[in-house]
């Protein structure tokens, strides 16, 4: 069946450096994807969306790119900070009334 | 104020019993979702209403039963819980799909 991935499910950084969480999609139809993040006992945030009309988008300190060619799609975060440390989950709107989740990438941030 | 709030948030039961949470949005949306989140973090979908109407009921088994008294509420009640059950349940709302949802903190449920 259709599904999001993910390549990495852990992802560790020095503090100040920049992120990048990747995440394949299969189906070419999808129109609107977002990122969220999630933290520790928390639900799901949204952090930055992207149309598929679009192959890139900046928020602040986060740009989502979008590669329809590959299906792929990734979060780039930069100077990561302590606070940045979360579960970030890509979804994509591929059946017209709900978003599909990717397994999710846990970023650590070491100081 | 909370947009989405679930509760309880937290939820320790025996198994064979009948369990409810509860979902109440704020925003005025009009499609309320209820999500699965295992242990590995997977997110599942399992029901989504639009204006009290069922049109998402994903393969869970007949357990489990949503009811949306309302727009503004999406509860979902399981019957005869097994261990298998446990996992975060967490709600969403959503005005238009094009525009993401809005998710409630979560509800903890241990089927012991």
């Known amino acids: 069946g259709e599904s999001v991935g993910l390549h990495l499910p852990t992802l560790s950084v020095q503090e100040g450096d920049n992120s990048i969480i990747n995440c394949a999609y299969s189906n070419s139809a999808s129109d609107y994807f977002i990122w969220y993040k999630q933290e520790s006992g928390k639900g799901p945030q949204f952090i930055i969306d992207?149309?598929?009309?679009?192959d890139k988008r900046q928020g602040q300190r986060v740009t989502v790119l979008l590669n329809k060619t590959v299906k792929h799609l990734s979060l780039q975060i930069a100077a990561t900070q302590p606070g940045d440390s979360a579960v970030y989950f890509c979804a994509e709107n591929n059946a017209g009334n709900m978003l599909t989740f990717g397994g999710g990438t846990r970023l650590m941030v070491k100081p | 104020d909370t947009a989405v709030s679930q509760t309880p948030k937290y939820l320790v039961t025996q198994m064979g019993n009948d369990k409810s949470i509860k979902c109440e949005q704020n925003?005025?949306?009009?499609?309320m979702y209820w999500y699965k989140q295992d242990s590995k973090k997977f997110l599942k979908i399992m029901f989504s209403y639009n204006n009290k109407e069922l049109i998402i009921n994903e393969t869970v088994p007949n357990r489990f039963s949503p009811k949306s008294p309302d727009k503004a509420h999406l509860n979902l009640h399981i019957n005869s819980l097994e261990l298998g059950d446990s996992a975060v349940y967490f709600c969403?709302?959503?005005?238009?799909?094009?525009?993401?949802?809005?998710f409630g903190s979560g509800t903890r449920l241990t089927v012991v």
């Open positions: 969403a709302s959503s005005q238009d799909i094009n525009y993401g949802y809005t």
């Open positions: 925003l005025g949306h009009d499609t």
């Open positions: 992207i149309r598929s009309n679009m």
